[in-house]
């Protein structure tokens, strides 16, 4: 019964390919957000979107492109994949953006660049 | 500079002591206050919630704000092997606005 859920869990891949990470929220949130976190343990905001609309693009690269669906699934893909790509990728769902801070966050996906 | 900073640790204790830990931040704008927990190879998961200055307590932890120096403080008693952990602070202006994250400070409580 996972709450927030991301595949792949581990994903390695070669300089210039395009991959995507997939997540999905069963808590019925309307608010949903992609993190990178880098080897130093530092989290970061990339995206969020509020019922399929971006909300937040933080100063990400255009390699990298987030998609909604519908307000249970937001998806990663990321173009032209370099090494500093490599960290892990977390999902996050909150109730809305006027609600209560707690965002729960999927496992990560650990993207591995070579 | 980043807007919240935290020291990254380790932090290592023995069992049964108190677990102190600290963040600072820049922007005066911040209103809410969180202690995400991580364990290796998990997402955060939230421990405490603050709203503007004062204190919070639940169980065995305490969460202390003071924004007139932009201090913010997560206090762990009686701490158990099980709390090794990584310890993030998160702060956003506003409920449901982005959360800007410390660095996060590795535990290591030692049986």
């Known amino acids: 019964d996972t709450a927030v859920s991301q595949t792949p869990k581990y994903l390695v891949t070669q300089m210039g390919n395009d991959k995507s990470i997939k997540c999905e929220q069963n808590?019925?949130?309307?608010?949903m957000y992609w993190y990178k976190q880098d080897s130093k343990k530092f989290l970061k905001i990339m995206f969020s979107?509020?019922?399929?609309?971006?909300?937040i693009n933080e100063t990400v690269p255009n390699r990298f492109s987030p998609k909604s669906p519908d307000k249970a699934h937001l998806n990663l893909h990321i173009n032209s994949l370099e090494l500093g790509d490599s960290a892990v990728y977390f999902c996050?769902?909150?109730?809305?953006?006027?609600?209560?801070?707690?965002?729960?966050f999927g496992p990560g996906t650990r993207l591995t660049v070579l | 500079q980043k807007e919240v900073e935290q020291d990254p640790g380790p932090l290592s204790v023995p069992e049964g002591a108190i677990v102190s830990l600290n963040c600072t931040y820049s922007?005066?704008?911040?209103?809410?206050f969180m202690w995400y927990r991580q364990y290796s190879r998990k997402g955060p998961e939230l421990l405490m919630y603050?709203?503007?200055?004062g204190n919070k307590e639940d169980g065995r932890f305490t969460a202390q704000v003071d924004k007139s120096s932009k201090y913010i403080s997560l206090f762990i008693r009686d701490s158990q092997p099980s709390d090794s952990a990584t310890y993030l602070c998160?702060?956003?202006?506003?409920?449901?606005?982005?959360?800007?994250f410390g660095g996060g400070t590795r535990v290591l409580v030692k049986p």
């Open positions: 979107y509020n019922n399929k609309e971006l909300i």
């Open positions: 922007n005066s704008a911040f209103q809410y």
């Open positions: 603050t709203y503007s200055s």
């Open positions: 996050a769902s909150t109730p809305g953006p006027g609600a209560n801070n707690e965002q729960f």
């Open positions: 998160a702060s956003s202006r506003t409920a449901g606005n982005k959360l800007t």
């Open positions: 808590l019925g949130h309307d608010t």
